[in-house]
Each structure stands twice: as C-alpha cells, then as structure tokens.
C-alpha cells in the first residue's frame, strides 16, 4: 500500500495543504497508521532482507536527565529506528506519574517524537491487579509493545493492592497478557 501522504486527500489529487512533503512527518505519521504489529515489522524487515535497528534507554533519575532523553530520543529518531525498547527501572517506580519513570518516558517517546516503544515490565512478586494497572496505563498511553520479564528483584509487596500470588515467572506475565489483553 502506498505511504499516506498529508497533502493529498484520498479522494482527489488536490492538495490539503500547501505544506511542503515532509519525509519525517510521513515515516511518523505511517508508525501510527498502521496495523502491523512490531512482531510483524520485524518479520517484514527480516524477510525482505532490509537492515533494522532498535535503541534502548534505561530512564533517567532526574527530570532534567528525562528532558536531555528525550532531545537524544528525538535526534536519534532521524536515524529511523524501528523502535526504541525502554527498560524498567523498579527503583524509579516504572508505572509511575513522574517524567522518569519507565511507563512516561516510553509514552513520550510514542506521543511526543513519534517512535515505536517496547516497554520492558518486570512482573516477579507482583499480583495481578497490580500488573493490570500497569497495562492499562501502558495501553491508554499508546504503548502496545511490552516485553515480558521476570526481573532480578522481587517487586515490593507493599505497592501491591490486594492479597494473593505473586507473579513468579516472565511466562506468567506472558499468560495474563495474552489471557486479558490480546
């Protein structure tokens, strides 16, 4: 299918706009117009024989380390990574509101410079309605890629809502995901 090009409306060949063409407004607009899966992404890149690249970040402390990030992750993102994966940072409350933990950067990173996000979740000790909070807040902020992790450390027991099992396994994350979330 073609790349959508927002100077041209569908139905005629008129231009919307006199706007000159902006590669980089197209490569994020299709990011987003897109069905294909970030699985499906890297399959077509594989098949087709197209080199690829991903960056990782692990989320700064500071707010001003989360401002520089995301200038990096902008000027990084001219190099058209097919994403970027944000890595969980448990000691910077990662689900939390603040601008570095791992749920805001990996959504600015989505909303504000338009990249691809894969949001590392680290599930060991964590219950369930505590990881569905996380992924809801992860879906409502647009990130639809989360890599599954049993991390190294148990999950604070004292952050969790309610009784029962903890998570154990990455596999257990993955089943809940695929259970209540595909």
């Known amino acids: 299918a073609p790349i959508w090009n927002p100077n041209y409306s569908p139905s005629e060949s008129t231009p919307v706009s006199s706007r000159a063409h902006s590669p980089d407004f197209d490569r994020r607009v299709s990011i987003f117009s897109t069905d294909m899966t970030l699985k499906e992404k890297v399959l077509s890149r594989i098949d087709s024989g197209d080199k690829f690249f991903s960056l990782e ?15 990096r992750l902008e000027r990084m993102g001219e190099g058209k990574p097919l994403f970027v994966d944000i890595t969980w940072h448990p000691a910077g409350n990662p689900s939390g509101e603040s601008e570095t933990s791992s749920t805001m950067i990996a959504h600015s990173a989505v909303r504000y410079v338009g990249l691809e996000a894969m949001l590392h979740m680290c599930c060991m000790g964590a219950k369930e309605n505590t990881v ?13 890629n989360i890599l599954a992790l049993r991390g190294d450390n148990p999950f604070d027991d004292t952050k969790n809502d309610f009784e029962g ?17 595909d």
Request: aromatic content about 14%; charged content about 30%.
């Open 57 to 71: 970040f692990f989320p700064p402390r500071t707010k001003s380390g989360a401002i520089n990030l995301l200038s």
């Open 165 to 181: 099992e903890g998570m154990k396994y990455a596999s257990d994350l993955v089943r809940h995901i695929k259970e209540k979330y």
């Open 132 to 144: 569905d909070k996380w992924l809801q807040k992860a879906k409502n902020f647009g990130i639809r």
